[in-house]
T-cell receptor, first 112, second 114 residues
Framework: SQQGEEDPQALSIQEGENATMNCSYK?????LQWYRQNSGRGLVHLIL?????REKHSGRLRVTLDTSKKSSSLLITASRAADTASYFC????????????FGSGTQLTVLP | DGGITQSPKYLFRKEGQNVTLSCEQN?????MYWYRQDPGQGLRLIYY???????QKGDIAEGYSVSREKKESFPLTVTSAQKNPTAFYLC?????????????FGPGTRLLVL
């Protein structure tokens, strides 16, 4: 089963509004990453947050991590139509494993 | 330009046929990965390689094979044993220098069965 599960599965908002996506995971992690995928394309890395960090910012992106609840959220502020894409969280488990485990994604639609 | 390329963009497979998907990177990354993505779903790991001449099975390796003879290349063969191969296949690469590696993805290959 997927380590990370995003919520909601789909989100539709108006341009200028904020979008919040959540990710829950099951095991101890070293870091959690968020990726974006435009339809029919590869994934693009957005932001990484380490297990000892609680919040991180990058431009219009804000990521939080709560390791006690095994959850993370991605906030996109002042959304634009170009933000329309699928967003995936990916976790890197603690220990020597190098693989990432991806969630099933949130499909974000920003209406102009 | 540095990056990761996949070819072809679309691939058609006939019954009982093996097909090979190409993945090349010029990022000087040691690690490479193959994922499968089904419609509306996340990525599932097929195989990964951390160094030349070494690779490990992921979560869904059955019906697939890989090789890693060169650092830059990590081809994936979808064999006739894979009964449901229709999917979007993504290749990725990363460094192995620490625990915070991010992955760089290619544009993907869509495999369809005739």
């Amino acid at each position: 089963s997927q380590q990370g599960e995003e919520d909601p599965q789909a989100l539709s908002i108006q341009e200028g509004e904020n979008a919040t996506m959540n990710c829950s995971y099951k095991t101890s992690i070293n870091n959690l990453q968020w990726y974006r995928q435009n339809s029919g394309r590869g994934l693009v890395h957005l932001i990484l947050i380490r297990s000892n960090e609680r919040e991180k910012h990058s431009g219009r992106l804000r990521v939080t991590l709560d390791t006690s609840k095994k959850s993370s959220s991605l906030l996109i502020t002042a959304s634009r139509a170009a933000d329309t894409a699928s967003y995936f969280c990916a976790t890197k488990a603690s220990g020597s494993a190098r693989q990432l485990t991806f969630g099933s994604g949130t499909q974000l639609t920003v209406l102009p | 330009d540095g990056g990761i390329t996949q070819s072809p963009k679309y691939l058609f497979r006939k019954e009982g046929q093996n097909v090979t998907l190409s993945c090349e990177q010029n990022l000087n990354h040691d690690a490479m990965y193959w994922y499968r993505q089904d419609p509306g779903q996340g990525l599932r790991l097929i195989y990964y390689s951390q160094i030349v001449n070494d690779f490990q099975k992921g979560d869904i390796a059955e019906g697939y094979s890989v090789s890693r003879e060169k650092k830059e290349s990590f081809p994936l063969t979808v064999t006739s044993a894979q009964k449901n191969p229709t999917a979007f296949y993504l290749c990725a690469s990363s460094t192995t220098g620490g625990y915070w590696e991010t992955q760089y993805f290619g544009p993907g290959t869509r495999l369809l069965v005739l």
